[in-house]
């Protein structure tokens, strides 16, 4: 079966301009979860949605927002892009929130100038 | 933070068997223990996971001590498609701890296999 589809695979923006990413999760998976990773930091929890409710949300700022579609597609947007935001963005998809093993894309790369 | 204590790297020769650690002293009762690991240039993959008992899966083998502080995931006969970063992760799967979505990586173990 197919996995987590994320697009754009690359991306570069500038500083002050947005973005938005998207994840298309696993058939049947209803809770998709966001990460960012950069090298100083490594993978960092962003939000978790599951059944269109955000459930769980990391230590980021009020500029990265998320959001989860009826058919459990998500798509996370950044506003006011920073030099700091450059990193890969890591969608993972699970069929249960509560157990069981998280499906990971390849990741949105951005970069910001 | 992170729960786990990682090697930063290790070593192994191609078709030996690999040991990677991983100490994890304030590990809770309804913890599991997960590992991930992420090839270059691609997302992380789940390996494995247990609560207790050792376990077993076509992957690879993970060893949990009898006291739960510390546990070993074994590939039984690396390979080169072996060398990634191994993430060794605790996790609430019973859900008392909240969301579970919500991995906590560390830095991992950088593992490199000579061919």
């Known amino acids: 079966k197919a996995g987590v589809t994320q697009t754009p695979r690359y991306l570069i923006k500038t500083r002050g301009q947005q973005v938005t990413l998207s994840c298309s999760p696993i058939?049947?998976?209803?809770?998709v979860s966001w990460y960012q990773q950069t090298p100083g930091q490594g993978l960092q929890f962003l939000f978790e949605?599951?059944?269109?409710?955000?459930?769980n949300k990391g230590n980021f700022p009020g500029r990265f927002s998320g959001r989860q579609f009826s058919n459990s597609r998500s798509e996370m947007n950044v506003s006011t892009l920073e030099l700091g935001d450059s990193a890969l963005y890591l969608c993972a998809s699970s069929r249960d929130p509560n157990t069981g093993e998280l499906f990971f894309g390849e990741g949105s790369r951005l970069t910001v100038l | 933070d992170a729960k786990t204590t990682q090697p930063n790297s290790m070593e192994s020769n191609e078709e030996e068997p690999v040991h990677l650690p991983c100490n994890h002293s304030?590990?809770?009762?309804?913890?599991?223990i997960h590992w991930y690991r992420q090839l270059p240039s691609q997302g992380p993959e789940y390996v494995i996971h247990?609560?207790?008992?050792?376990v077993n899966n076509r992957m690879a083998s993970l060893a949990i001590a009898e006291d739960r502080k510390s546990s070993t995931l074994i590939l039984h006969r690396a390979t080169l498609r072996d060398a990634a970063v191994y993430y060794c992760?605790?996790?609430?799967?019973w859900g008392y701890g909240g969301s579970q979505g919500n991995l906590i990586f560390g830095k991992g173990t950088k593992l490199s296999v000579k061919p």
């Open positions: 304030t590990i809770s009762g309804t913890d599991y």
């Open positions: 949605y599951f059944s269109e409710t955000q459930r």
């Open positions: 058939s049947g998976h209803r809770s």
């Open positions: 247990g609560l207790t008992s050792n």
């Open positions: 992760i605790l996790r609430d799967d």
